[in-house]
C-alpha cells in the first residue's frame, strides 16, 4: 500500500489515536500504512500484528533496514526483542508506539484517520460471495459522479479494511468498502472502522460455514453491517433470510434483482460475452458472464441509484468493469479457459457449473474443479453434492483436485458419469491428466478455493 508518497500523520497523532506509548522519534512522519513488512517502503508505518503463522513483532527489524519510520507494536512482543529492538529503532531514527493489543490499536487508529472525513458517503458491502465484484462495479459507476475511494484486492478484514482506510484522502466524495468476515465478532469490528451509511448484503450462503457453524449464524453477523446505517439498505430479493436481515433495522430494507429493481427493462444473455442491460431506456453491454454476475450489477445498480447517479452513470461504470482475478476471467485460444478460483463453495461451484451447462459451445466441456476449504464439519456431504451435480452436467470430463475431493470424484462415478474422470492430490500429475485431455475447442472451467491455486493449469491449456 505504499504507493501515496505525501504525509498521512506523525507518530504522536498515531500514538493519541490508539492510546500508546510513545518510543523513539516523536516527530517521525507516515506516508503509508503495511502489516506486511515485505511491503514497507522508505516512510511506512509497520503494524506488528500476531498470526496464525507468524508474527509481526519477528519482523520488525527488517522493517526498519527497508526504511520504516513507525512502529506500531504490543507492549509484551516489544519487551520479549527489546534487546534487539531498542538499538534498532535508535539506528533508524524511527519511532515506536507501543499498545496492549495491536490490532485493536491499529483498529482505533483507522477509525480516528476516517472521522477526519465526517461529509464522507459510506457504503459497505458484505455477503457470503459476489461482494468483491459488486464494489467493483458500484465504485466504478460513483466515480462517474464522485470523487471515489474503494478498497483494492482483498482488504476487507479486521486487518485489511483498517489498513484501507488510510487511503483515504480529503478530496474524497464517496467511498466503497467491501466487508468479509469469517469468525464471529469480525463484524462488529469492521462496523466500528468504517460505520457505513449505506449497506448491502449480496446473500447469505455457505461460505465459512466451517468456521461460523451455520447459515444462521452467517446471517447474524452479516446483518451487524446494518446496525449504524442512516441511508440505504438492501439485500437480494430472493435471500432466504430477508425477513431476518430485516429486522430491527432503522431504516426500511429495500431489495435489488430482476424482478424488485426499478427501472430495469430487461436483458438478455450474452454467453461469454457477458449481458445485456435495458435500464431506464439505456442499453448496457455488461461484460462479466454468469447469472452470479448479473445479481451483482443489479446490486450495483440499486446502490448508485439511491446515491444519486442516472443511467448515463451506471452505464458507463458498468460497461468499464473488468473480470478481477480469479473471478470470471476467460481466456481466449484454441482452448476457452474460464477461470473462476480465486474463492469455492457449495453455492458458487453450483452457479459455475449451471453457467457452462447453459452455454451454447460446438466443443467440448472439461470441468477441473478443486477443494471447497472452510467448510469444517460439512465438507464431506458438501463435496458429495458437488460430485453429484458435476456427474449430472454436461462435462465431456471431470477434473477433481485435492484431497478433499476424493468424495466428490466418487459421487461423480455414482451419479453415472461415463467420461474420463481424474482424481489427484498432486498437482503435477493434475497438471499432465490436463495437458493429455486438452484439445482445440475445448471449454475448460477452472474453480477451486483460493488456497488450492487452481490458476497454475491456466497457462498449461493455453500452452495446449
Known amino acids: 500500500m505504499a504507493e501515496e508518497a505525501s504525509v498521512l500523520f506523525r507518530a504522536d497523532w498515531l500514538s493519541a489515536s490508539a492510546g500508546g506509548r510513545l518510543a523513539g522519534n516523536a516527530g517521525a512522519v507516515v506516508s503509508a500504512v503495511e502489516v506486511d513488512s515485505r511491503a514497507v517502503r522508505p516512510g511506512a508505518l509497520f503494524a506488528a500484528l500476531p498470526g496464525e503463522r507468524a508474527d509481526g513483532h519477528d519482523f520488525i527489524v527488517p522493517a526498519l533496514a527497508a526504511g520504516a519510520t513507525l512502529i506500531l507494536a504490543s507492549d509484551e512482543g516489544w519487551k520479549r526483542r527489546s534487546a534487539v529492538l531498542d538499538p534498532a529503532l535508535a539506528r533508524a531514527g524511527a519511532a515506536a508506539v507501543l499498545v496492549p493489543d495491536s490490532l485493536a490499536a491499529l483498529q482505533e487508529a483507522a477509525r480516528a484517520w476516517r472521522l477526519r472525513f465526517p461529509s464522507l458517503t459510506r457504503v459497505g458491502i458484505t455477503g457470503s460471495s459476489g461482494k468483491t465484484t459488486t464494489k467493483e462495479c458500484l465504485g466504478r459507476i460513483l466515480a462517474r459522479k464522485y470523487r471515489t475511494a474503494v478498497n483494492p484486492g482483498n482488504l476487507n478484514s479486521e ?51 466451517g468456521i461460523l457453524g ?125 477461470r473462476d478460483c480465486y474463492n469455492s463453495n457449495p453455492d458458487s461451484a453450483a452457479r459455475a457449473l449451471e453457467f457452462c451447462d447453459g452455454l451454447s459451445w460446438p466443443g467440448r466441456r472439461i470441468y477441473a474443479l478443486g477443494s471447497m476449504l472452510e467448510l469444517g464439519a460439512e465438507s464431506g456431504a458438501e463435496h458429495r453434492a458437488l460430485g453429484r451435480r458435476a456427474g449430472s452436467s454436461r462435462a465431456d470430463a471431470l477434473l477433481f483436485f485435492g484431497a478433499e475431493t476424493v468424495e466428490a470424484a466418487r459421487a461423480a462415478r455414482e451419479a453415472g458419469f461415463s467420461g474420463p474422470v481424474v482424481q489427484t492430490e498432486d498437482f503435477d500429475e493434475l497438471a499432465r491428466a490436463a495437458a493429455e485431455l486438452a484439445r482445440e475447442g475445448d471449454l475448460w472451467l477452472l474453480k477451486a478455493s483460493r488456497g488450492m491455486e487452481l490458476e497454475r493449469l491456466t497457462d498449461i491449456l493455453r500452452r495446449g
Request: a negative charge; proline letters at 5%.
Open 159 to 209: 486487518i485489511g479494511l483498517p489498513q484501507a482506510m488510510f487511503l483515504l484522502r480529503p478530496e474524497h466524495e464517496a467511498g466503497v468498502f467491501e466487508m468479509g468476515i469469517n469468525h464471529a465478532g469480525e463484524m462488529d469490528a469492521l462496523v466500528r472502522v468504517w460505520e457505513p451509511s449505506h449497506a448491502l448484503v449480496t446473500n447469505i450462503g455457505t461460505a465459512h460455514i
Open 214 to 338: 451455520s447459515r444462521r449464524a452467517i446471517a447474524e453477523e452479516k446483518r451487524k453491517i446494518f446496525s449504524r446505517i442512516s441511508g440505504a439498505a438492501f439485500a437480494w430479493e430472493d435471500d432466504e433470510f430477508l425477513s431476518f436481515l430485516a429486522e430491527g433495522l432503522p431504516v426500511p430494507l429495500r431489495t435489488f434483482g430482476p424482478r424488485t429493481l426499478e427501472g430495469l427493462e430487461g436483458f438478455r444473455d450474452a454467453g461469454l460475452d457477458g449481458w445485456i442491460l435495458r435500464y431506464r431506456g439505456t442499453e448496457i453491454a455488461f461484460p462479466l458472464p454468469g447469472t452470479h454476475n448479473l445479481l451483482d450489477a443489479l446490486a450495483a445498480i440499486a446502490l448508485a441509484a439511491a446515491l444519486g447517479c442516472g443511467p448515463g452513470e451506471i452505464r458507463e461504470g458498468l460497461e468499464g468493469v473488468e473480470a478481477l482475478f480469479g473471478r470470471s476471467e476467460i481466456f481466449r485460444g484454441e482452448v476457452t479457459v474460464l
